[in-house]
């Protein structure tokens, strides 16, 4: 079963420059489909068209065409969002909350009601290492902790699918080992995982597939599945893909 | 349905944003105005801080209620809170409805503290006693806060800029004192061009003379209910109004 399915999505963004109107490429006619219960990894360089892709998944940006799914609900929608779990770059949290109020004001606006919340905030913040802080206001937490409580709330109403935006930039070796190890938790549990980042190294650690996408457009699909030396392998094929040139010269 | 949760953290947000200092300023001003006017009769000294004191609890209620609904959205987008948000099965009309919510209960607890404040210093200062006049005068300039902070909610919302949302939102309540003017003037001028705009001003800016409830307080005996409830329900219709203005723009907003 299809847990994703992109067809020929563009997204062109419009700026206003002294009423001049500037358009640049969010990403052009991408056709991609994740199956459910795989890990699958957008790789690309910066600006690529990684993030217009999950935000367009989630309905956060509008397409200018084609069309996208999430199962058999054509996003934006209101009842593909009960499906996803979403963890952006850098999150942002309310500092002013503590970890156990953070997570339950998210799994109030999924519709969990109050007598399963509790319990299931319990769970989640065991999962992610966190219940010992439950109580300790964001603003006191460090940067791999923020993560954690960012996969926290994309997990408390229980999702099909897990969109993670760069989940491990900005982390030190400590915070990509557990976010890793999270990762490879949750596949485990047969979640859908949709992930994406510039670092070749991390996504062939926890990916089934990967897809390369160069300025908007998805040039390669790799399975990594079928590689033997996934990391040499992978890199020699992004970076053959998204600058053949120098690739040729490093020959 | 999300407005409640969305109200209930906007309550909590702006508790622990520190908005309530502005109420001891309130305190100290009302406290200076009682030493300053102590020397006069005591029924001019009761009627000067009478004026002084609803006249604070209006400025500091509406400089407080535009602040707070002109940030409300904008500094979510700008802090990307608004991801986790708008990912989640809410609808975009809850948002913007429960926002709107809690800046006025953040509000109606300001006027009703200020109140009390105020009270208990003509109680202290004064041989006053209370009046219903008094009372809805203090109700009135709720009733305006229905209808500004959803001008300033949407103003945020269409300009996508704070300080034009906020100059916006002033304007609005500047000419909406003027409304009597505004059509004074539309029936006298001669050109038709400019009698549409004054008229269309007139009509579409809200009314706030109609609010103006401190300006009668030397009629003790209170205003009749059926008065209190038109002009409640003319000012959630123009709240209305902007707000289904306001929630369109937000369901075209990308993040």
Redesign the interface.
């Known amino acids: 079963m299809l847990a994703v399915k992109i067809e020929n999505l563009t997204k062109i963004y419009k700026k206003r420059y002294f009423l001049k109107p500037r358009y640049s490429v969010g990403i052009k006619n991408l056709n991609l489909e994740v199956e459910e219960g795989e890990t699958f990894g957008l790789l690309g360089l910066n600006g690529s068209g990684k993030t217009t892709t999950i935000?367009l998944l989630?309905?956060?940006?509008?397409a200018d065409s084609g069309q996208a799914f999430i199962y058999q609900h054509k996003v934006p929608d209101?009842?593909a969002?009960?499906l996803?779990g979403?963890l952006?770059e850098a999150?942002?949290?309310?500092r002013?909350?503590s970890a156990q109020e953070i997570i339950d004001?998210?799994g109030?606006?999924?519709?969990i009601p109050e007598q399963d919340r509790h319990k299931k905030i319990d769970e989640i913040l065991e999962l992610v290492n966190l219940a010992k802080n439950r109580h300790k206001r964001l603003a006191e937490f460090s940067k791999g902790m923020l993560q954690r409580v960012g996969i926290a709330?994309a997990l408390i109403h229980d999702p099909k699918i897990l969109f993670f935006d760069e989940l491990i930039t900005g982390l030190d070796p400590v915070g990509i080992t557990e976010m890793r190890s999270l990762v490879l938790r949750l596949k485990e549990r047969k979640k859908t995982i949709f992930l994406s980042s510039h670092i070749i190294s991390e996504i062939v650690k926890v990916c089934d597939r990967v897809g390369i996408i160069k300025e908007g457009a998805l040039e390669k699909i790799v399975d990594l599945r079928q590689l033997k030396n996934k990391d040499a392998e992978l890199e020699k094929i992004f970076l053959s893909t998204v600058m053949p040139s120098s690739q040729e010269s490093v020959s | 349905m999300n407005i409640l949760p969305i109200a209930e953290y906007t309550i909590m947000e702006n508790i622990r944003s520190k908005i309530f200092y502005i109420l001891l300023l309130f305190v100290f001003i009302m406290a200076g105005s009682s030493l300053v006017f102590s020397s006069l009769a005591p029924d001019t000294e009761a009627r000067v801080i009478t004026d002084i004191g609803l006249a604070c609890i209006e400025m500091f209620t509406l400089l407080t209620g535009i602040f707070a609904a002109v940030n409300l959205v904008l500094q979510e987008i700008e802090n990307r809170t608004i991801y986790l948000l708008m990912t989640r099965p809410l609808r975009r009309w809850e948002y913007i409805v429960g926002r709107y919510l809690g800046v006025l209960v953040i509000l109606c607890f300001n006027v009703i503290t200020m109140l009390s404040v105020l009270i208990l210093l003509l109680k202290l200062t004064t041989s006053w006693t209370i009046y219903p006049m008094f009372v809805w005068s203090a109700v009135a300039i709720f009733f305006k806060m229905i209808i500004i902070v959803a001008v300033a909610l949407t103003a945020s919302l269409v300009f996508t800029s704070s300080i034009t949302a906020m100059a916006f939102s002033f304007l609005m309540w500047v000419l909406g004192h003027f409304s009597s003017e505004l059509k004074l003037m539309a029936e006298r001028v001669q050109s038709l061009l400019a009698k549409g705009f004054l008229y269309l001003l007139y009509y579409a800016i809200p009314n706030f003379q109609l609010f103006n409830l401190k300006d009668k307080l030397g009629i003790p005996e209170g205003m009749p209910l059926d008065v209190v409830s038109i002009v409640l329900l003319y000012g959630l219709i123009y709240a209305a109004i902007f707000l289904v203005i306001g929630s369109l723009f937000f369901s075209k907003k990308e993040f």
């Open positions: 935000k989630l309905g956060l940006l509008f209101r009842q969002s009960n996803v979403y952006p999150p942002y949290f309310y002013y909350l004001f998210y109030r606006l999924s519709g709330q």
